[in-house]
């Protein structure tokens, strides 16, 4: 009993281990399949975060369209994901979908935020005046200024 006691951490490790390895495996196989389902014009992100349009693909090379007219051949491991053409879109080129849930009013200057202060014109209004003057005043008084002392 005591020899199965000290095998059972053992045990749960290299359990705990395969496990791990499976699951790692299988990531690594669905993004192999990603990669093979990649299409001429499908938009993708790199593992740099560059996103760009395939052009052609090779065995182990894809060559991307980063800018119009600018190509760069990249190795197929290089692509983190292949998007969809409206996710695409929406990242490059701004493009926004048009949703009846994402046509909140936006206002594009702050005179809405302002009106209700303006309505409030009896309120009393901050002090904006300087107070270097009343400092001047104070000083003239004892005839010094700041800094100095009465010790020569």
């Known amino acids: 009993m005591n020899q199965i006691g000290m095998l059972l951490p053992f045990i749960v490790l ?3 281990m395969f ?5 790692a495996k299988k990531k690594q ?3 192999a399949e990603m990669r093979n389902q990649m299409q001429s014009g499908s938009g993708v992100r790199t593992i740099g975060g ?3 349009t395939v052009k052609e693909i090779a065995d182990e090379t894809v060559l991307l369209e ?6 760069a051949v990249y190795a197929k491991n290089a692509i983190a994901s292949v998007l969809d053409d409206a996710e695409y879109n929406r990242i490059v080129h701004g493009d926004e979908e048009t949703d009846a849930d994402t046509d909140a009013v936006v206002p594009d200057d702050a005179s809405s935020l302002t009106e209700a202060a303006e309505d409030t014109a009896d309120a ?10 009343t400092a ?3 000083a003239e ?3 010094k200024t700041d800094g100095e002392t009465g010790t020569k």
């Open 141 to 143: 008084k004892d005839g």
């Open 19 to 23: 496990l791990l390895t499976r699951s």
């Open 136 to 138: 001047e005043a104070e």
């Open 66 to 71: 980063v800018a119009p007219g600018v190509h």
């Open 14 to 16: 290299i359990g705990a």
């Open 50 to 52: 560059m996103y760009a």
């Open 124 to 133: 009393p209004k901050a002090d904006l005046t300087k107070k270097s003057d």
């Open 29 to 31: 196989q669905a993004a």
